[in-house]
Nanobody
Framework: QVTLQESGPHLVKPSQTLSLTCTVS??????????SSWIRQPPGKGQEWMGA???????YYSPSLKSHTSISRDTSKNQFSLQLSSVTPEDTAVYFC?????????????WGQGTQVTVSS
């Protein structure tokens, strides 16, 4: 059984960096062909793919978020992480991590339950 669990602070102040970690069980993030993504859903809006790190360590980002998004991984812990810098209240959302077998197939695959992050002073 593949499970993913997001962890990190639920409240971040404006201009700070949001940091989240996804711990994966039941599958290896280095399995050939796997992509590990971060997706978010602001209140009242649709899901937004933020970026991914591939099985080989290559990274891919949404053009609209690339300037302040970084995704990294710790293969020894089978974890991958998101850093979103200079956050504003518009970054308030439920953040999900997911693993999937093709870069554009982030709506499929395995997802975490999501974690609410609020940006507020």
């Amino acid at each position: 059984q593949v499970t993913l669990q997001e962890s990190g602070p639920h409240l971040v102040k404006p201009s700070q960096t949001l940091s989240l970690t996804c711990t994966v069980s039941g599958a290896s993030i280095t399995t050939s062909g796997y992509y590990s993504s971060w997706i978010r859903q602001p209140p009242g809006k649709g899901q937004e793919w933020m970026g991914a790190i591939a099985y080989d360590g290559s990274t891919y980002y949404s053009p609209s978020l690339k300037s302040h998004t970084s995704i990294s991984r710790d293969t020894s812990k089978n974890q991958f992480s998101l850093q979103l810098s200079s956050v504003t209240p518009e970054d308030t959302a439920v953040y999900f991590c997911a693993i999937h077998s093709d870069l554009t197939g982030w709506t499929r695959g395995y997802w975490g339950q999501g974690t609410q992050v609020t940006v507020s002073s």
